[in-house]
């Protein structure tokens, strides 16, 4: 019997990882990061690895990414225990209000993309009504107010194509612009040339 009271070191998970990778800088990498694991192993099986995506309403392999878009937005995420979705982020922008019009910027129609990465930061893909609309600022403000708390970080890609028109108001946006006195229904369609 040993007078030692502390038990002996036991192999770690670096131990085992840089057993397999044989590095210890890519060992360390992928410790920091398990999602390059992939990347640097090369291993052809990660691609049968399957996992939920946008909130547990999709299924997505490691080689293809879940874009959902039953209502125009492109959702795109990892889903961890702990993590926002992009469907979680979608949901909480309900709550960014268009100053000018009173409704939120999804209703709108002024969000393209959702994206959560590896290390649960969204990035927006988002445009506005017009690219002179001087509310950028105040929209990144309220985003960042809303988002606090649910992502770690956040980024908006701005972005003016495919340019904003009303047909990409949902029908709850119509709606609330109809509650407000505003008639679509009278706003001549884009003309496009083929």
């Keep these: 019997m040993s007078d030692n009271l502390v038990p002996e070191p036991q192999s770690t998970i670096f131990d085992a990882v840089n057993a397999v990778v044989g590095n210890e800088d890519e060992a360390q990498a992928i410790i920091a990061n398990p999602s390059l694991a992939k990347d ?3 291993n052809d099986d990660a691609s049968a690895v ?6 547990g309403h999709g299924v997505q392999s490691q ?12 959702l795109k995420g990892v889903d961890e225990i702990g993590r926002a979705t992009a469907a979680d982020v979608k949901e909480a922008l309900h709550q960014v209000i268009d100053p000018e019009l009173g409704i ?19 990035i927006i893909t988002m ?11 105040l929209i990144e403000d309220e985003c960042a107010s809303t988002l606090a708390g649910l992502v770690e970080e956040f980024r908006i890609d701005w972005t003016w194509t495919p340019r904003w028109t009303v047909d990409k ?6 709606d609330q612009l109809a509650a ?4 679509l229904d009278n ?8």
């Design 40 to 42: 640097i192993l090369g």
């Design 50 to 55: 399957k996992s939920e995506c946008c909130g």
């Design 63 to 74: 080689d293809h990414e879940c874009a959902c878009r039953s209502d125009g937005i492109e």
């Design 104 to 122: 939120d910027v999804i209703d709108l129609g002024l969000v393209y993309g959702i994206e959560i990465d590896e290390l649960g930061r969204a």
């Design 127 to 137: 445009t506005l009504t017009t690219p002179a609309c001087p509310l950028t600022d």
């Design 169 to 174: 108001i949902t029908p709850e946006g119509r």
């Design 180 to 183: 407000l006195g505003f008639n």
């Design 187 to 194: 706003i001549p369609q884009l003309v496009t040339g083929g």
